[in-house]
């Protein structure tokens, strides 16, 4: 059975930084595509980056892009989120999910983390 766990969230002011972790067991070597959605109160679950375990081909949303940067460590199982210039719009849970296909769509993801709340605010 897999297994998904985040850690990495917490309070920062805009401009800031933070690091997300995503623990992964039980099928790592499986999956096809890894990464991360968040969920604004109010507002639906989107994708926010990915990467793909065999090639490290990664995906960025573009609310995203030049801010936030998807790594992965293979031996320790673990795939991070380095997100970078904070602004309040970040604000959200964030989930790491995992997929045995190429889809990087919520309804295509196979496992779920419960999320971890980044919060963005002075």
């Known amino acids: 059975q897999g297994q998904l766990v985040e850690s990495g969230g917490g309070l920062v002011q805009p401009g800031g930084s933070l690091r997300l972790s995503c623990a992964a067991s039980?099928?790592?070597?499986?999956?096809?595509?890894i990464g991360w959605f968040r969920q604004a109160p109010g507002k639906e679950r989107e994708g926010v980056s990915s990467?793909?375990?065999?090639?490290?081909?990664?995906l960025y949303a573009d609310s995203v892009k030049g801010r936030f940067t998807i790594s992965r460590d293979n031996a320790k199982n673990t795939v991070y989120l380095q997100m970078n210039s904070l602004k309040p719009e970040d604000t959200a849970v964030y989930y790491c999910?995992?997929?045995?296909?190429?889809?990087?769509?919520?309804?295509?993801?196979?496992?779920w983390g419960k999320g971890t709340l980044v919060t963005v605010s002075s």
């Open positions: 990467i793909s375990t065999p090639y490290g081909r990664a």
């Open positions: 039980g099928f790592v070597s499986d999956v096809y595509r």
């Open positions: 999910a995992a997929s045995y296909g190429d889809s990087w769509e919520v309804s295509g993801m196979d496992y």
